[in-house]
């Protein structure tokens, strides 16, 4: 059984940054690429940044150079930098066919 549970959200002012944290139970962390997605409200959910098991990340436009995704044993993080009001979402972590509960960012013009 997998579980993730994502930590770090809250409210923050345009231009501030954020770091996500989730913790992946299970013995499949290493072997598989995981990554971020969000769910604003009333859209679908996108994943938009990826890391491999060997390290190799890949953003989607909308992030990428504000965005920073890593991986630590069984941590996955994000770090988000100048945030922006069009962020606002609940982002939740992912590993193959596994979810995390999300957690809600809110970003204030």
């Known amino acids: 059984q997998v579980q993730l549970a994502e930590s770090g959200g809250g409210l923050v002012q345009a231009g501030g940054s954020l770091r996500l944290s989730c913790a992946v139970s299970?013995?499949?962390?290493?072997?598989?690429?995981m990554g971020w997605a969000r769910q604003a409200s009333g859209k679908q959910r996108d994943l938009f940044a990826t890391?491999?098991?060997?390290?190799s990340t890949n953003y989607a436009d909308s992030v990428k150079g504000r965005f920073t995704i890593s991986r630590d044993k069984n941590m996955l993080y994000l770090q988000m930098n100048s945030l922006k009001p069009e962020d606002t979402a609940v982002y939740y972590c992912w590993v193959v066919s596994y979810w995390g509960q999300g957690t809600q960012v809110t970003v204030s013009s």
């Open positions: 299970g013995s499949i962390i290493g072997l598989y690429s």
């Open positions: 890391i491999t098991s060997t390290g």
